[in-house]
């Protein structure tokens, strides 16, 4: 087993996300007592600016100097891997790597590494996201590496996926989930293979609707599992989707 590790969590993008992958954390750690989880330092930064605000228009705050800032912050405090569970964040990745020495954990590549490699006959990823890593083409350029065509849904479904992660999930109101699996079936009927959800708000409403299906990959439970594993811990298979 590898060295245990102290894992620092780059969070409040957004901050409902980040509790969740918290929770998933201590939900897929295969631990018998507190002594077994990751140590984990948690900035739960949520006044960092939007994401996609600033990759659709350059003009708006620019949210790279706080986010090298908090990682630093992080290296400074103990921390010896850090995670961003925000995929729209990773648009800024290579930046943010460059200014700590500790390892950043990709959630696109690991992401994309995992359907790779457990989705029988990929040829096909839908990806559910943000304008703004959509336009970034962040899960793009990561499927090219691997010779897998990417699929993004339509202008109408985009709208409608940037109305439930903005307005529902991080506005805290009530999630239209007829509308979210709707986009989910749409994708998966126009040849997709499987569907990566590739926005952290995505992945709390595959928990709340409780979402088993090998079609479906949640960015951030396979997160949590390479954080898991990084980190010196075993993953416990029984809870997941993740094997």
Not at 227 to 238: L, Y
Request: proline residues 4%; negative net charge.
């Amino acid at each position: 087993m590898a060295d245990e590790k102290i894992l620092g969590v780059l969070g409040g993008i957004g901050p409902l996300a980040t509790v969740y992958f918290m929770e998933l954390l201590v939900n897929l750690t295969d631990a018998a007592s507190d002594q077994g989880h990751i140590s984990c330092l948690v900035y739960n930064h949520a006044s960092i600016p939007d994401r996609t605000d600033y990759i659709m228009d350059s003009a708006k705050p620019n949210p790279l100097p706080v986010m090298i800032a908090d990682a630093q912050l992080l290296e400074r405090s103990g921390a010896e891997t850090i995670v961003i569970p925000c995929n729209t964040a990773h648009y800024f990745y290579e930046q943010i790597q460059k200014n700590v020495s500790i390892p950043i954990i990709n959630i696109i590549e690991e992401t994309v590494k995992y359907a790779h490699g457990h989705v029988p006959n990929l040829r096909t990823l839908g990806i559910l996201a943000t304008k703004g890593t959509i336009t970034a083409g962040s899960y793009q350029k990561v499927c090219e590496k691997y010779g897998i065509h990417c699929a993004v849904p339509s202008l109408f479904d985009e709208q409608a996926l940037m109305h439930i992660i903005y307005n529902q999930v991080k506005a805290g109101q009530s999630v239209d989930y007829k509308e979210f699996l709707r986009i989910v079936d749409s994708m998966l009927n126009e040849g997709c293979d499987a569907v990566i959800l590739g926005c952290t708000e995505l992945s709390v409403i595959h928990r709340d609707l409780n979402m088993d299906r090998p079609d479906v990959i949640d960015s951030m439970e396979v997160l949590a599992k390479v954080s898991i594993i990084s980190c010196g811990k075993t993953v416990r298979t029984t809870h997941s989707q993740l094997t």
